[in-house]
């Protein structure tokens, strides 16, 4: 058995956290081979000097790890680049120097005592386990990292560890290190016969939109017997490592608890997580496995073993299903991306499969649209959304006919799905949303849309106080809010209206009766610092009377950000990640992978923005080093498209920022 490092990690060993429940009788030494071989660390010196290294075999095959810089797989250099953390003590982290962070501790060398022949020897070895960003500040790893951590406040989640060059490793400053705030769920032992390892642990801070969740397996199902996983983590406590190479060893269908590997993991890596890799979703977590290395003279070398496992070694690499964790969490906690499913005034949140491409067995949503208002709809390319798998969504309007479809949308790699579809003239009423997966497979997602108004009907909403017509509307900090029942377009009312406007904490921020010159509503409203998120706008009548009307409204300024990972471009002019704009004639349009707050790419970027005739209107490829920045004043109104990509063949991902006044 190996996991954490025993010589200058042995401090790393610590009290039981009060917050975590184990099942009695089971402790860090209990057993999760399924009555195979297993031998526990030893906390004592073995006869060769080491401590507790067993000398089987690790590597199977050939010594498939690589960097991250190296690796071929765009998408998978993108989770490692937006979505894993590095578990760290807080005195394995020097930040005297905010903007350049740096690491205590030795070379892998030193501490591993490796021979001059194995590799990434002077790679720094200052983490103790691997973390993957799940939700906006959720980070999903391996029970044993929590257990044997000691308490939350002395866990570290550190982005942005890995090499970017041969030479070189990527600046990693203090906004790329968090702290724990509360461990959410944690279990290490046997719960009714099952053996669970893992932890969802919240951090101290939102880390989107400067990085990225990975989507989380959605449904419960065993990976088959030599199916391909990948794996990225901090190999040997090492900056990120990347390896395609692992296959599965059994499933175990019956218990959908654990399943075994066979793997390049090393320790450091518990906790990393294992991605599908058709879709780089995670489907598990590394928790346990067979020593590094056996003694070569006075030095240790990597050992080796057939793809097909070793003779006389029953063993494989040990992993944890995430779908238990995630389960639990939802049990407890509420998240859009991870639990049940929920339906909102401009999001439905679905869980699903064998929908036959959203024919059947679909999730479904009213919305209220009127003629001449364009909807936009995604479980991708619209604020707030979200997909983890192959997701279609079909849109019907009153009569039950389809008007819009569409599966994939964003080109290569990406399977999720977004709709543009403007109301025609006489065309006016609810239509139905249907949310499905491809063919029968699972998926789970939030759709989100934006249609700029919606309709509502009330009565006796004692000033809209109760029984309000609720709606919500994504906001960032800065952006002005222009909302109301008159002085917007599509803005309409029948009765005195009353409206309210509600933070993402739930609290009022401001209210509205008369506006316009008579019994309609307005607010314009500057969203302060730190308040970005999901706003609510309640309509309702004056007093106990009854109104009905269209609520319309529209933002100004701000930064909004949307993330994207792709490759072969071609310059941006194909398999590009698309966002689309509404914008209006005299607005400024100000949008980057750089030099804007949230911005932000590690690689060659190239943006293109279209007109609403798909006519070109600007680009940029190199503004800030090998980012890109564009300036635009916009000549006529329209729904524009955003294009990111990468220049010439590369491989690119980040965030891109766009603000407009």
Known sequence: MHWLRTDTRARFVGALMGSLVLTTGCGPEESYLDGEEEVLMSTDKDKDGSRGRRQDALIYGHDSREDVYRHPDAHLRARAHQSTVAIMRPGDINASDPNNVSFNGGTLKNEANLCDTERFLNDPAASDCTGTLIDDDLVLTSGTCVVLGGDCENLRFVFNYYRDSPISYQRVTAQDVFQCAKVEVAKYGYWNGLAYNYAIIRLDRSATPRFTPAPVLPASAALDSNAPISIVGTSEGTPFKLDTNGTIRNGNPLTLDSFMAHTNTFWGQIGSAAYEPDTNTVVGMFTDG?????????????????????????????????????????????????????????????????????????????????????????????????????????????????????????????????????????????????????????????????????????????SATVNTSNHRVTLTEGQRLHVGTCGQPGATKVGDTFIRLFDPQGQEMAFNDDACGGTGSQIQYTVPAGKGGVWEVRAGCYSTGSCSGN??????????????????????????????LALAA????????????????????????????????????????????????????????????????????????YTTH
């Open 586 to 657: 005299g607005q400024t349009l100000t949008v980057g992978t750089c030099g804007m707050a949230n911005a932000y790419t590690p690689d060659d970027s190239l943006l293109r923005l279209m007109n609403a005739a798909g006519t070109q209107v600007t680009f940029n490829d190199d503004a800030c080093g090998v980012a890109s920045r564009i300036t635009y004043v916009v000549p006529a109104d329209g729904v524009y498209q955003l294009r990111a990509g990468c220049y010439g063949a590369d491989a690119c991902s980040g965030s891109v920022a």
């Open 290 to 462: 067979l020593a590094d290395y056996t003694t070569n003279g006075a030095c240790n070398v990597v050992n080796l073993c057939p793809n097909t496992g070793c003779p006389n070694v029953p063993v494989a690499e040990q992993y944890s299903y995430a779908r238990p964790a995630i389960d639990e969490f939802c049990g407890v906690s509420t998240s859009r991306r991870l639990c049940g499913e929920t339906t909102l005034a401009n999001a439905l949140t679905y869980s699903r499969a064998n929908t036959q491409s959203a024919l059947t067995n679909t999730a479904q949503a009213t919305l209220s649209l009127v003629a001449g208002q364009t909807a936009l709809i995604g479980t991708c390319g619209t604020p707030g959304s979200f997909a983890s798998g192959d997701t279609v969504l079909r849109l019907y309007n009153a009569a039950n006919t389809q008007v819009a479809v569409n599966d994939d949308t964003l080109g290569l790699g990406n399977r999720c799905s977004f709709i543009r579809y403007q109301v025609p003239t006489g065309a006016s009423g609810d239509y139905t949303l249907r949310a499905g997966c491809y063919d029968d497979k699972a998926c789970r997602a939030t759709v989100t849309w934006s249609v700029g108004a919606a309709s509502f009907s009330v009565a006796n909403t004692q």
């Open 551 to 580: 609520l319309a409204w529209s933002t100004h300024g701000g930064t909004n950000t949307f993330v994207y990972e792709t490759e072969r471009t071609a310059g941006a002019t194909v398999n590009t990640v698309n966002q689309d």
